[in-house]
């Protein structure tokens, strides 16, 4: 997506995949400036990890505790969140800003699902969070509250989820690893509760929908991809990196070819 967007503007840089061990992320983040980089996308085990090692933090990153994004100015390391817009500019792109204001549920309490739950949270949506590890629901409920004004926002443990919970809510998303491949599957009581008229995303991506989406527009939801989510999210990032609106029908081609 990134090498497509920077050879149709002409701009000379590369974008690489850096496989970084955990017990080395400081090391890696602080030799960005020193190797050159303009800056670096933190992904899935890092994001929260690189925060102690980054000069500033933007707010949005701060308050979801996950930087997917880095930018080397001169010397200094900023962090971003572009994760958060990339759920609001999915969500919207599919599903229209008739969502706004609307019940949603987000399974998932790491860097996804805080930003999915921020993103909501912003556009007014009542709040349901649920989580595996019932403290890390409530943490993310807690952080929404405070952080977000107005915001209603309350958290279940994934045992205490009923299909009543998923059926009630017009948004529902899968912000957890369930649906990778290798990893378990998202729980059926998911979809076999989404009804017509709901909003389903799946932040997961894979190569072709995931098995939760198919079932979910199976039963008459309106999908909207990880894919899309990806694509918003490395829009911000390129602007972020070069100060130019990202191209994004060259991106979204080279993401979904
Ligand atoms: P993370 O911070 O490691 O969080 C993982 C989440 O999944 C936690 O809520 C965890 O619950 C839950 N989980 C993991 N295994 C589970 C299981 N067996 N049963 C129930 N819950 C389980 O990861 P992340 O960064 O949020 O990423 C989550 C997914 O979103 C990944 O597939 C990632 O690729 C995707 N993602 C997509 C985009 C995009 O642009 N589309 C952006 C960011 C992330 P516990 O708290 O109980 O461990």
Redesign the pocket.
């Known amino acids: 997506m990134h090498n497509a967007a920077f050879a149709a503007l002409g701009l000379d840089y590369v974008y690489v995949p850096l496989p970084v061990k955990a017990e080395r992320v400081g090391e890696a983040v602080r030799g960005l400036a020193a190797l050159g980089f303009r800056g670096a996308n933190v992904?899935?085990?890092h994001?929260?990890a690189v925060i102690p090692f980054l000069d500033e933090v933007s707010g949005d990153a701060r308050l979801v505790e996950?930087v997917?994004t880095i930018v080397v100015d001169g010397g200094a390391l900023r962090g971003h969140n572009t994760?958060v817009e990339?759920v609001r500019a999915a969500l919207v792109e599919v599903a229209g800003e008739s969502i706004a204001g609307e019940p949603a549920l987000v399974?998932?309490?790491?860097?996804?699902?805080?930003?999915a739950a921020l993103a909501l949270a912003r556009l007014g949506c009542p709040l349901t969070i649920v989580?595996?590890?019932p403290a890390?629901a409530e943490r993310l409920a807690a952080l929404i509250t405070a952080g977000v004004p107005d915001a209603a926002c309350d958290w279940l443990p994934?045992s205490a989820l009923t299909g009543r919970h998923v059926a009630g809510r017009r948004v529902v998303v899968n912000?957890?690893?369930?649906?990778?491949a290798g990893?378990?599957k998202v729980p059926a009581l998911l979809a076999d509760n989404v009804t017509a008229g709901q909003v389903v995303f799946d932040?997961?991506?894979a190569s072709g929908t995931t098995d939760f989406l198919v079932a979910a527009q199976a039963r008459g939801a309106t999908v909207v991809d990880?894919?899309t989510?990806?694509l918003w999210?490395a829009a911000g990032a390129f602007t972020l990196w070069t100060g130019l609106p990202a191209p994004l029908e060259v991106m979204r081609d080279a993401v979904k070819g």
């Open positions: 992904t899935i085990p994001k929260g996950a997917n994760d990339g399974l998932g309490a790491g860097g996804a699902g805080r930003a989580n595996r590890t890390a994934l912000a957890t690893s369930l649906g990778m990893e378990g932040a997961v991506y990880g894919v989510m990806l999210q």
